[in-house]
């Protein structure tokens, strides 16, 4: 993005990994999503940066978004807890179901970092500044999610290391 930012370019180039990282992460995706477009429209005016800085930028966003939902749903759970609620089927999910079990199989912050990383496409950096953790173990939290999705895929990434045969 060489011209100043409009929130339509942003969108277009971001919503996708946006998207893909808060669906990993909760299931009310699209009203993140939503939510975090907003912040970006409100505050897109004052930001001042390059193509990597609006990326962490609109990705910090977005993490602050999940946290306001995690609360909100928390909040909800538990004034919910004694009404049941009614189920809804909801539409097939296009990502690979093997992929989206094993990733839940991960503990939330293992889950955050690998959709952050390769999801958004951040730098370990970029998901350290984030989430704020320590680069350290945004790089642990990383080794040990991919492990564990390699042992749930059954590809054999959990016991072989880069310099081992496969």
């Given at each position: ?32 999503l ?26 910090t ?10 609360r ?16 809804s ?30 999801i ?5 950096e ?7 953790r320590?680069?350290g173990?945004v790089?642990?939290l ?8 390699g042992?749930a ?14």
């Open positions: 993005m060489s011209a100043a930012p409009t929130v339509d370019r942003v969108f277009r180039q971001l919503a996708p990994a946006v998207h893909g990282y808060l669906r990993s992460q909760t299931p009310d995706a699209d009203d993140v939503s939510e975090v477009f907003v912040r970006v429209a409100r505050a897109l005016p004052r930001f001042d940066g390059d193509d990597a800085g609006l990326r962490r930028w609109v990705f966003i977005a993490h602050n978004c999940l946290v306001d939902d995690q909100r749903r928390t909040r909800r759970r538990r004034l919910q807890q004694r009404t049941p609620i009614a189920t089927v909801d539409a097939p999910d296009p990502f690979d179901p093997r992929l989206a079990a094993a990733l839940g199989d991960l503990t939330p912050e293992q889950r955050e970092v690998v959709t952050l990383r390769f958004a496409d951040l730098s370990i970029d998901v350290a500044e984030v989430t704020g320590p680069v173990a790089k642990s990383q080794h040990r999610a991919l492990r564990n999705l042992v895929l059954g590809t054999g990434a959990a016991s072989a290391g880069p310099d081992s045969p496969a």
